[in-house]
């Protein structure tokens, strides 16, 4: 797994342009291990790409608290692991970039065409949905979050 340490990652569902994130030395500090189960990966092509969220003021924005990127490698599941969360409250969202091309692909009205997820596998319904919906807790060592990619 890899994190960005450039400065850009993708904002799923709104604009489908780059958003800057925070680089490596602003990374969260924390002890608590996340696996992030992604499920129902249709393609083993292309690049998974994760952003992680602290609050409602920058979720889906230009502020991501932590971006990842993991190349895909199998269909199904796959498991990344994710450190340096605090203990709190974040949200995730995914997309997988099937073509690499370093950008949600969208149809008409903007609708996604790659597969993406949010966490709690809230499902997208006339727009993004919100924190408050996407958000878990981080309160032990060691958590599983599972995300189902739609």
Do not use: C, W
């Amino acid at each position: 797994m890899t994190r960005l340490s450039i400065s850009i990652i993708i904002s799923i569902l709104i604009s489908g342009a780059y958003i800057p994130i925070m680089g490596q030395n602003e990374a969260p500090s924390g002890s608590n291990l996340i696996n992030l189960r992604v499920k129902n990966i249709k393609s083993d092509k292309g690049t998974l790409m994760v952003a992680i969220y602290k609050n409602a003021e920058t979720f889906l924005g230009e502020q991501v608290l932590m971006g990842i990127t993991e190349k895909v490698t199998q269909t199904g599941i796959m498991e990344l692991k994710i450190t340096g969360l605090s203990k709190g409250y974040y949200a995730i969202s995914i997309f997988h970039d099937e073509n690499d091309n370093g950008e949600l692909d969208t149809k008409i009205f903007r609708l996604p065409k790659e597969p993406y997820g949010f966490s709690n596998n809230i499902k997208a319904k006339f727009g993004p949905p919100s924190f408050e919906k996407a958000k878990f807790e981080v309160s032990g060592v060691n958590q599983t979050i599972e995300i189902n990619m739609r």
